[in-house]
């Protein structure tokens, strides 16, 4: 089947050259190349074009998940046919194994899966190797991490059509291999239960998620499969053939797990030797327990915790090897679309090092087996070579992305909403502070915002201050702020709760603030990382969404980087000025979008989504006061904690990720809160 693009309007401005500029390049063998579009200039709506035109399976790569699911909802509006994915990290709280040195501190493994998205991260995997092409993956960087091997999986799947001859028993072992679990009470996804010669399954994810299914025998053939109402167990439809993918992304054969737990014996001997003979009998000790007790839960349940760690021997890779991973799922001539990619690539490259620092400890004490190390995500030079065709999708991409286009570099200028860059302006710092002031004040008599940024946290806080000595309403913001207490900060603003935020690093991709009128850069001539001209021109980006948006930068000299900036913001508002006179276009100010994911996710009309759509917000502020007042009526407390889980999962679910951690710190505070206070009372 082929993508089919559904969309209120057609490509304009720069878009229409951009779409054929992208095409042609890749259809005349071009590998790498670098969609360079402002912020609000309709880059998805391109990519999505592109995707349409060239007709591959598509792998679309975000640096977090809660822009992932912004773009995962954009392009489930523009391919509403075909097989649009989302594959993200699915724990909603996650602490890795570790061991620090120092301290003689054993940190256990501790996390939280989001059910919902194991499924969709599942059903990603089926859609992939079930031969179609129109297919959008859109995902984090965790594709990188560690996956089970694709030809287990597709192994491991069952096929069964009418008139099939098959043993009844194999059939029900081979559920059994997928991870289905048998039962006699109520169907639930990944479960089945037998009644005679008829199997009834209910599916584990995907399209045929929570559907359920039943398989009728006549001796060893396959006589009726059904589909059927979980509850009333009615037949809703007769089917001629039915597919079933396992029930988790690590599964293998029996076979594979015999010689696996044969090998892990002998690498633990090894192991044990090795610690004897350096004269380290403690963790001699250690690493045999542990395997043994591991591999005692393997030969009985077929699974035991941490058995990520022995992967390698499951995958049958030699030592050294990279692991699997969802690239691997992907036919060989597939798409890659990094978005963000002078953000998400940096963020690729770190990952193996964080992993291996980690794994080294465990491994060195004896927590873990040396094959640990190959539970790992995928190098860069790894990456690089699983790489296919590549779109970088960035408004200032980085020297890498440069480099690997050779050339192959398509500038996106134009916005439909016909809005030009800021204009960039140069102060001397002399009574600077006397000069933004009035600046603000401007921008506050028209409801405006103004952002502020600042050199250092010191100086954002001082500068906080003196704001309000004289009486402009402000905030401050940085890496010391709590990450959810940004994010309320940020919704504040645009609450129209106070007017002018000071920040040391507000080039956030993706933060989308069409009320920002005035961005201001105090210490615009220290060259580094937050004066460069990437940094300069994401920052000015901030006030491009606004049609009186303006920037100033305050400095005493003009800098390279200033310089280069200010000449790429003057060569692009010509571009786009004179575009808007010949089409006689009136810009016009960007609406406001919000995260947008949950929305979109789950089929609500509102446009956006906001933490306090979720009326547990007020009880919870409440309760942790009440209890701090030594409020002990525990079982009011033990409610909301219910509560604040409830939530919790129900924000998780729509994938607002943002929402979802509120929740879950709420509820963990609730609890400690619970725990003092019991103790108080004993």
Same mark, same amino acid.
């Given at each position: ?31 790498? =190349?670098?969609?360079? !579009?402002?912020?609000? @200039?309709? %880059?998805? *709506?391109?990519?999505?074009? $592109?995707? &349409?035109?060239?007709? /591959? ?101 069952? =096929?069964?059509?009418? !008139?099939?001859?098959? @043993?009844? %028993?194999? *059939?029900?072992?081979?559920? $059994?291999? &997928?991870?289905?679990? /048998? ?500």
């Amino acid at each position: 089947m082929d993508f089919k693009l559904v969309s209120d309007y057609a490509p304009m401005g720069d878009q229409p050259e951009a779409i054929g500029q992208l095409v042609s390049s890749i259809e005349h063998g071009s590998k790498h =190349n670098t969609l360079l !579009g402002v912020t609000g @200039s309709g %880059k998805t *709506f391109t990519v999505a074009n $592109v995707i &349409a035109e060239l007709k /591959r399976p598509t792998l679309v790569l975000s640096h977090n998940k809660t822009l992932a699911a912004q773009l995962y909802g954009e392009f489930k509006n523009f391919f509403p046919e075909n097989a649009v994915e989302y594959f993200v990290s699915y724990y909603d709280y996650y602490q890795p194994e570790a061991y620090l040195p120092s301290s003689d501190t054993y940190i256990e493994k501790d996390l939280q899966i989001n059910a919902e998205i194991e499924k969709m991260r599942l059903a990603t995997v089926a859609t992939l190797l079930s031969g179609r092409r129109d297919v959008v993956v859109v995902s984090s960087v965790s594709c990188l991490y560690g996956a089970g091997n694709p030809a287990d999986f597709h192994a491991t799947a069952i =096929n069964v059509r009418v !008139g099939q001859v098959v @043993s009844y %028993k194999h *059939f029900l072992y081979k559920l $059994v291999e &997928a991870l289905y679990t /048998r039962t006699e009470r109520e169907l639930e996804p990944a479960t089945f239960r037998v009644n005679g010669d008829t199997v009834d399954i209910m599916a584990a994810f995907g399209e045929f998620g929570n559907q359920c299914f039943r398989v009728m025998f006549f001796d060893n053939e396959v006589e009726a499969i059904q589909s059927i109402d979980p509850v009333t167990g009615q037949r809703i439809q007769s089917l001629d053939s039915l597919t079933l993918y396992p029930t988790n992304l690590f599964v293998t054969t029996k076979e594979r797990i015999n010689a696996a737990v044969q090998q892990i014996y002998l690498d633990l001997g090894k192991q044990i030797e090795f610690f004897e003979r350096a004269g380290r009998p403690m963790e001699a000790q250690r690493i045999k327990q542990r395997v043994e007790y591991d591999l005692e839960m393997i030969k009985e349940l077929g699974y035991c915790p941490g058995i990520e760690n022995y992967s390698r021997y499951f995958d049958g890779r030699a030592a050294g090897t990279r692991p699997f991973c969802l690239i691997d799922y992907f036919p060989k001539d597939y798409l890659m679309v990094v978005d963000e990619s002078h953000v998400t690539l940096p963020q690729v490259h770190a990952m193996f090092g964080g992993d291996r620092a980690r794994k080294e400890n465990l491994v060195e004490y004896g927590f873990r087996l040396p094959a640990a190390k190959d539970n790992r995500p995928v190098t860069f030079a790894e990456f690089e070579q699983l790489q296919g065709t590549s779109i970088y999708v960035s408004a200032t991409p980085a020297d890498y992305e440069l480099m690997k286009s050779e050339g192959v570099i398509v500038e996106q200028l134009i916005r439909p909403t016909g809005l030009v860059d800021p204009p960039l302006e140069v102060r001397v710092t002399v009574n600077q502070i006397d000069d933004l002031i009035g600046e603000i004040d401007k921008r506050v008599k028209n409801d405006d915002k103004v952002l502020v940024t600042t050199i250092t946290k010191r100086m954002a806080e001082e500068l906080s201050k003196y704001f309000d000595r004289v009486g402009v309403r402000n905030r401050y913001i940085h890496s010391d702020v709590d990450t959810l207490e940004r994010i309320q900060i940020l919704e504040d603003l645009r609450a129209g709760m106070f007017d002018v935020l000071v920040g040391v690093n507000l080039l956030r991709e993706g933060l989308d603030l069409p009320e920002v009128a005035l961005v201001a850069i105090l210490d615009a001539d220290k060259e580094g990382f937050l004066r460069n001209v990437r940094s300069l021109t994401q920052i000015a980006g901030r006030a491009a969404r606004h049609s009186q948006g303006n920037v100033i930068l305050y400095a005493d000299t003009c800098t390279d980087s200033m310089r280069y900036a200010i000449e790429q913001s003057n060569r692009r508002r010509e571009k786009q000025v004179r575009y808007n006179m010949e089409h006689e276009m009136l810009p016009r100010r960007a609406q406001r979008s919000g995260t947008g994911q949950s929305a979109l996710l789950t089929g609500r009309d509102t446009p956006e989504v906001n933490l306090t759509a979720y009326p547990i917000a007020e009880d919870h502020y409440a309760a942790v006061a009440d209890v701090q007042k030594n409020y002990v009526a525990s079982e009011n407390i033990d409610a909301l904690i219910d509560k604040a889980r409830a939530d919790m999962e129900r924000a998780a679910k729509s994938l607002d990720f943002l929402a979802a951690a509120k929740f879950r710190d709420r509820m963990y505070e609730l609890q400690k809160l619970r725990e003092e206070n019991k103790n108080k009372r004993n």
